[in-house]
Each structure stands twice: as structure tokens, then as C-alpha cells.
């Protein structure tokens, strides 16, 4: 399939594109469940979590696990941020992530972070790593710079990322970047759903576990020919001249 688009900004999804902290989710959420004598996470409910807000992902678990009634997602959030405190702080790049918003960042593309994490989860997970997140500057959208219920697969976190990339070109006397000119960095299905719904294209690194235990009618949604997105098995794959990135 021939790229025919103009792409000038490239807004990233963070937890399990650009970091591993989803093996931590995967980790604090075994170790709760385990308390109270249910088996561990597997894929075919963690794929439904990723890129949710915690609230509606903790809702998630609690319906399939049957955990009790009075244990509240807010609940949840405390219990598993304690243990969380302990291991955020050791999560590492992903394979090609780094390199990537480097090269972009040296190339004068727009850059934008967009993520369903909190503002303290985001400090949290990134506090060894402020040099490597400081490169996209003041676009960093968070879980909090949306409404309630506004989290992805809703669009507007990628249409509020895209906004402070504007703001800032407005003031530079700089045109804005349509939504259309954006490439969206995923690897969740509710974050790709909210990218293509933005009206992006969006670029799918799905975790291979996800991908085994999802209907193939959930992998379709980029199109038949790739009309709204590609998926790749990692950013290492990424073909930069592909999509105009040079």
C-alpha cells in the first residue's frame, strides 16, 4: 500500500510502546488477585485493560474475577500503587522505542505523549528516566487533562496532545498540524480505536501475547488494506521512509 499522507507530528502512547511498565500492571494485578484466591492475569483480560484509564481498568477486573463487591476500583488503585512504588521506577525503553523519538526529535517533527496514566503514575514511572521524557517538552497529556469518561478509546487525549503542539506553533507563528497530518503510536486496542477515531493513522505494536488470544475481528479495525493503520511486531520495524519520516 502506497503512503499518500503528509505526515508532520507523531503522538506516542507510553505504557508498552515506549516502556515496559505493562509487565508491572501484569505483576501487581497477579499479586491482588492472588489475595483473594483468584488465578493470575492472563492476556485475554489484559488486553482489555491496556491503555484504560485505572479506574475503568480495575471495573474490568473486578467484573471478570468476581472480586467482592465492596472492593472499589478507586480501592484497587491504592492497594496496587504501594507495590507499584517499588517497581515503576526500574522500567526500561522498549526495543527501538528511544531511538525512535530521538530520531524524530532530530528530524523537526512534532512529538507528543499521550497516556491514560495519572500525572503521579506518569512521574512515577518516568522518574529515572526525566532526560529521555523531556524530549517532548510540554506535550506530555495525561488520564488528568481529560473529562471523566473521555479516556481512550475516546479520541480526545490524541485531539488534547495535538492541541499543545498547536498552542505552541500558534505562538511561534508557526501553521497548526491537522489531525490528519498525525501518525498515533499505540500498542493497546482502545488507544488504536481512539487514534483512528481522532482521524490519525496509527501505527499498531501490539504485545504478541495480546495478539494470540484476540478475534481477528479486533485486529481489522485498521482496515482491510490498511486504510487507518499498520501493525508491526515492534518499533524496530518501523519503515521511516515509508511514511515520510526522513
Not at 60 to 72: A, E, F, Q, S, W
Not at 195 to 223: F, N, S
Request: proline letters at 5%; aromatic letters at 8%.
Amino acid at each position: 500500500m502506497t503512503f499518500d499522507k503528509q505526515i508532520k507530528a507523531c503522538l506516542f502512547d507510553m505504557d508498552g510502546l515506549l516502556i515496559n511498565s505493562e509487565d508491572v500492571y501484569t505483576t501487581v494485578y497477579t499479586e491482588l488477585l492472588q489475595k483473594y484466591g483468584k488465578p493470575a492475569l492472563t492476556w485475554d483480560v489484559k488486553y482489555k485493560l491496556q491503555g484504560r484509564a485505572g479506574v475503568d481498568a480495575a471495573q474490568i477486573v473486578i467484573d471478570h474475577y468476581g472480586l467482592p463487591k465492596d472492593l472499589t476500583p478507586q480501592m484497587i488503585l491504592d492497594i496496587n500503587y504501594k507495590r507499584q512504588l517499588e517497581l515503576f521506577p526500574h522500567c526500561k525503553f522498549m526495543p527501538g522505542a528511544l531511538e525512535l523519538v530521538k530520531y524524530l526529535k532530530s528530524k523537526n517533527f512534532a512529538i507528543g505523549l499521550a497516556t491514560s496514566s495519572s500525572k503521579k503514575t506518569f512521574k512515577l514511572k518516568t522518574e529515572n528516566l526525566k532526560e529521555e521524557f523531556s524530549l517532548f517538552g510540554k506535550h506530555v497529556i495525561t488520564a488528568d487533562d481529560v473529562p471523566p469518561g473521555k479516556s481512550k478509546p475516546q479520541p480526545d487525549i490524541y485531539l488534547t496532545c495535538l492541541k499543545s503542539i498547536n498552542d505552541e506553533r500558534i505562538l511561534k507563528g508557526e501553521p497548526e498540524i491537522s489531525i490528519e497530518e498525525c501518525l498515533v503510536f499505540e500498542d493497546g486496542r482502545p488507544g488504536v480505536v481512539a487514534g483512528i477515531t481522532a482521524g490519525a493513522y496509527v501505527i499498531w505494536v501490539p504485545d504478541k501475547r495480546a495478539v494470540a488470544v484476540m478475534d481477528p475481528q479486533e485486529l481489522a479495525i485498521i482496515g482491510k488494506n490498511n486504510e487507518y493503520g499498520v501493525i508491526l511486531g515492534s518499533l524496530e520495524e518501523l519503515n521511516k521512509e515509508h511514511f515520510g519520516l526522513q
